[in-house]
């Protein structure tokens, strides 16, 4: 088809809008970039002046803060755990409620308890190491819900098991809400 003129061009009736449908928007964060919708990133809050918003949720990165069945902080969350202090630190008016969350794997009443331990060691944390104060953070354990991944039905100590405890790895995580 040839080029349109300048005068056909002018009176076209078809009007061309970009192709945006496949551009996702950023959160409050920025951009996304494997990041999941509706949750800040940590390092751009960091890099913003002045206090954070109220409802402002953050859910800490994906390199886990904890093993399967466990409360107990990994080596790796420490630098995490760091910046997530010095952000505390930079809003002293704000209150910060850390969420704990779990997979579906076992009882519901082991899993609101673990989901309540891993907050707690998240606190522990910040207000031992970090020396943040004890009544800036508020500690919430939810258990196995608001699952990030869908659970699937699965035979206890079979491979498939093995592969569902991998594969619900998100669902067990921390979330900060200002």
Same mark, same amino acid.
């Given at each position: ?42 390092? +751009? ?19 886990? #803060? ?18 997530? %202090? ?18 579906? #794997? ?34 919430? %354990?939810?258990?196995? +819900? ?33």
């Amino acid at each position: 088809q040839p080029a349109l003129t300048g005068t056909e061009l002018a009176t076209t009736t078809t009007i061309k809008k970009p192709n945006t449908f496949n551009k996702l928007p950023g959160d409050s964060s920025g951009p996304t970039r494997n990041k999941v919708s509706g949750y800040a990133d940590l390092d +751009s809050l960091l890099s913003q002046k002045g206090p954070l918003g109220s409802g402002t949720k953050l859910r800490m990165p994906d390199d886990q #803060l904890f093993g399967y069945d466990s409360s107990d902080l990994q080596p790796s969350s420490i630098s995490q755990l760091q910046k997530l %202090g010095t952000l505390i630190k930079r809003n002293p008016k704000a209150t910060f409620s850390v969420e704990g969350y779990t997979d579906s #794997l076992g009882s519901p009443d082991y899993n609101l308890d673990l989901s309540q331990r891993r907050a707690d060691s998240v606190k522990e944390y910040l207000v031992n190491v970090m020396g943040i104060n004890p009544a800036q953070i508020e500690t919430r %354990g939810y258990g196995a +819900s608001k699952f990030l991944v869908a659970p699937r039905p699965v035979i206890a100590n079979s491979p498939e098991e093995q592969m569902e405890i991998e594969r619900q790895r998100p669902n067990r995580r921390v979330v900060i809400v200002v």
